[in-house]
């Protein structure tokens, strides 16, 4: 091809010449060939892990794509990092460690990558924080890249009194646990649950974060549409893997980039895709995370611009029916980038790692007769898109509130104030919650807690109590899990270890949530609320050294994407 460049560019200088030997003799050392070390040199980048199903297969997807970069001319070097499992931390102190492990996974893949001249790189996540984390090293080092998401789980199958199976994913334990707490359900109909939800590897089946990120990965063009969503055990995830693997190679021959790639349109257009699908609000998070390594200005406002103008017709759980395996059956991301670009709401022009445009893969959608995944948008499941942004005094950085599966606008209680995510669960767990309260848990943003962990237990576990489901609402300077359901408002910043008005809260006072107005507002006085942080005093760090002290000495406001500088 007339526009192929040297492959080979960046890795000449560590493997070429004489002066090289010593390098060279220390990767043959390790089975890589005279001929292999000439080739150009990829770099896999695997967040395998035996602790979980999400990334415990990825050793399999790693094998396969190093096989379509050998078959296309390339040498494949595959190296490890890190991951934390957002399900199986949720509710402890290991949650903590989720987000830190984003810039942890960043950090250490552009280290591998600098450290070793590759002249390009793939990485494969299987979690909520490697997709985000792999896509920012990219940014970061520029040489032609790939993200490959590892792929969902099967749905799991409950049994249930008339013989018959249902479909469950983790959500469903979560809730049981709610369930179990309030003498809903036994012990026996819990450990049911528990042992059906995962049925094997594979990330969490709902537009959970995983699934959100995934999907916001293809319509950034990093990720190859339609490949990426293949699941983890389908019988075509080798067939895909290795292909991820050849593409590398025409990618690195004709020097496209991540800058190439990922433009302000890009993240636009992920953004529509995630309000049209009902995605997770961690999307928010990482999104801005991604633009601020690109130098590209984001911000939560433009969520919830786009947001207004993007119909929601995407029916996945956690707030509707289907499972991911069902999005790719029903015709997977082309589809949906297909009906976007009808309605113009996405544009078209973007050039993706597959070498097309947004528009030449959406061209090749298949749309499976019947499905009832991928709305129309004469038929949407909501007018608008699934996330809203609200301000106000109780969040004057914003907020990010889900309102795909729940239809409260407006919900006034009082305060429930607790200066952790256990107290509150425990709290739950006692019965000590009542109808209409507003739970307030806060020191758990970026620096306070430090790490802004997930609230799933605590989300799950009042949604599993029937009285407390649909009346009971929630504010954090926290996370939720991408499988939260309900009236949650996350991300509230500025974060109450930095003095925001969250830290003001009393028990007690009056909380509204006018998402029509996008508003969180705390009903006292102005001056009372300045009166009360003029008294206020930090808390000590919870940690004084190590990576989570270093972190929260270093990261940003919830507001900015959390990203440490």
Not at 184 to 197: P, Q
Not at 407 to 417: C, F, I, N, S
């Amino acid at each position: 091809m007339s526009n192929e460049i040297n492959p080979k560019k960046y890795s000449a200088p560590l493997t070429e010449g004489p002066s090289r030997a010593a390098a060279r003799s220390y990767l043959r050392g390790v089975g890589f060939t005279k001929e292999d070390l000439h080739k150009p040199i990829i770099g896999v980048a695997n967040t395998w892990t035996e602790i979980g199903p999400c990334n415990f297969h990825l050793r399999d997807v790693a094998a396969a794509v190093k096989q379509g970069i050998r078959e296309a001319g390339g040498t494949p070097m595959e190296f490890n990092t890190v991951t934390i499992s957002d399900g199986i931390t949720m509710g402890t102190e290991g949650m903590k460690a989720s987000l830190i492990s984003r810039e942890v996974i960043a950090d250490s893949i552009e280290l591998v990558a600098r450290g070793n001249l590759f002249d390009g790189i793939v990485c494969i996540g299987g979690c909520d924080k490697n997709m985000p984390g792999t896509i920012m090293a990219m940014a970061r080092l520029d040489i032609p890249g790939i993200m490959l998401y590892g792929g969902s789980i099967a749905p799991g199958q409950l049994k249930q009194p008339d013989g018959s199976s249902k479909d469950i994913t983790i959500l469903n334990v979560f809730e049981a646990i709610g369930s179990h707490a309030a003498g809903k359900i036994n012990d026996d109909e819990l450990e049911a649950v528990e042992a059906a939800a995962c049925p094997g590897p594979g990330a969490c089946g709902g537009q959970f974060t995983a699934n959100t990120m995934a999907m916001a990965g293809e319509f950034l063009g990093i990720s190859p549409m339609l490949l990426s969503g293949v699941p983890a055990m389908a019988a075509g995830k080798a067939d895909a893997s290795r292909e991820a693997g050849r593409m590398i190679m025409d990618l690195a021959r004709r020097d496209i980039r991540p800058s190439k790639i990922l433009t302000k349109t890009a993240l636009e257009n992920a953004i529509v895709a995630v309000c049209a699908s009902g995605g997770s609000t961690n999307a928010v998070l990482h999104l801005i995370a991604i633009a601020s390594e690109l130098g590209l200005e984001l911000t939560m406002d433009d969520f919830d611009r786009i947001s207004e103008h993007t119909p929601f017709i995407c029916d996945l759980s956690p707030g509707g029916k289907y499972v991911a395996r069902d999005y790719q059956d029903a015709g997977g991301s082309r589809l949906l980038a297909k009906r976007l670009l009808e309605a113009g709401l996405i544009k078209g022009d973007q050039i993706t790692v597959s070498g097309k445009t947004l528009a030449e893969e959406a061209a090749l959608a298949v749309e499976t007769p019947g499905q009832p995944v991928i709305h129309t948008f004469d038929k949407p499941l909501k007018a608008t898109g699934g996330l809203v942004i609200l301000k106000g005094n109780l969040a004057p950085e914003g907020c990010v509130i889900k309102v795909a599966g729940h239809e409260r606008l407006y919900h006034q209680g009082p305060a429930r104030v607790f200066d952790s995510e256990d107290l509150c669960f425990h709290a739950i767990q006692e019965g000590k919650i009542n109808p209409s309260d507003v739970l307030v848990i806060r020191y758990e943003g970026p620096r306070g807690g430090p790490g802004m962990r997930e609230m799933l237990a605590v989300t799950a576990a009042i949604k599993g109590i029937p009285e407390l489901s649909e009346t009971v609402a929630l504010l954090t300077d926290g996370r939720f899990s991408g499988a939260t359901r309900g009236l949650m408002a996350g991300h509230v910043a500025p974060e109450a270890q930095l003095g925001g008005p969250i830290a003001a809260v009393h028990e007690g006072d009056t909380v509204t949530f006018d998402i029509p107005n996008r508003e969180l507002r705390l009903e006292v006085p102005a001056e009372e609320i300045a009166k009360r942080l003029a008294t206020w005093k930090a808390p000590e760090p919870r940690y004084k050294r190590g990576v989570f002290a270093k972190y929260a000495n270093s990261v940003s406001s919830a507001s900015l994407g959390a990203v440490t500088t």
